[in-house]
C-alpha cells in the first residue's frame, strides 16, 4: 500500500519539489493507510517520511541542474554589476568632464578679463601705444611662454639669416615708431 501511494504521489511533483514537500507525501501515505488498515483493527498514528532517495544518475543530474541554475545566476548578478560599475564609472566621466569644462570656460573668462584690463592700464600709462600694441606684446609674450613650455629649457629659433633680419628690421621699426610717437607728443605739449 505504502508504494503504491508513493507511486501515485510523487509522479504529480517535480523532483525539486518532492523534496521540499515530504509532508505531502507522508500525509497521503497516512491517508491511504488509515483507512485500509482501520478495516483489519489497526489504528494508523502518524506515517513519516525519513528520505527519498532516487537513483544515482538522477542525484548526479539533479545536482548538475542545481549547479547550472546557481552558475547562471551568478552570471546574472555579475554582469548587472559590471553594468553598475559601469554606468557609475561613465557618470563619473561624464560630470569630471562638465566640471572640466566649467573651470576651462572659467579660467579663459578670467584671462579675457585680465587681458582687457592690461591692454587698458597699458594703453593709458604709456602715450602713444594703441591697444593694437599692447595686443602684439601680449602675443609675442604668448607666443615665447609657449615656446618655453614646449622646448622647456631649450628655444628653438629658424636658424636663417633672412629670419633674424626680419626680426632686426621688425625691432628697428618698432622703436623707430616709437620714438617718432614719443617726440611728436612732446611737441604738441610744448605748444
Avoid: C, W
Avoid at 3 to 24: G, H, I, W
Avoid at 55 to 81: G, T, W, Y
Avoid at 170 to 183: E, I, K
Amino acid at each position: 500500500y505504502v508504494f503504491d501511494v508513493v507511486r501515485s504521489t510523487l509522479p504529480r511533483m517535480e523532483l525539486d519539489d518532492a523534496f521540499a514537500n515530504k509532508d505531502q507525501i507522508a500525509a497521503a501515505i497516512f491517508e491511504q493507510l488509515q483507512d485500509v488498515m482501520r478495516d483489519y483493527g489497526y489504528e494508523i498514528l502518524a506515517s513519516l517520511l525519513v528520505d527519498i532517495s532516487p537513483d544515482a544518475k538522477v542525484k548526479v543530474s539533479m545536482n548538475e541542474i542545481n549547479a547550472s541554475k546557481r552558475l547562471k545566476a551568478a552570471a546574472e548578478h555579475k554582469a548587472e554589476a559590471d553594468k553598475i560599475r559601469q554606468v557609475k564609472a561613465a557618470e563619473a566621466d561624464a560630470e569630471a568632464k562638465y566640471l572640466s569644462g566649467v573651470g576651462v570656460a572659467r579660467q579663459r573668462k578670467a584671462i579675457a578679463e585680465g587681458l582687457q584690463n592690461s591692454v587698458f592700464d597699458f594703453s593709458q600709462e604709456i602715450h602713444g601705444s594703441s591697444p593694437k600694441d599692447v595686443m602684439d606684446i601680449i602675443l609675442l609674450t604668448q607666443y615665447f611662454d609657449t615656446l618655453d613650455n614646449v622646448g622647456a629649457d631649450s628655444l628653438i629659433l629658424e636658424h636663417d639669416p633672412q629670419v633674424v633680419g626680419s626680426l632686426q628690421r621688425q625691432l628697428r621699426t618698432s622703436t623707430a615708431a616709437n620714438r617718432s610717437a614719443t617726440v611728436a607728443e612732446n611737441k604738441n605739449s610744448f605748444f
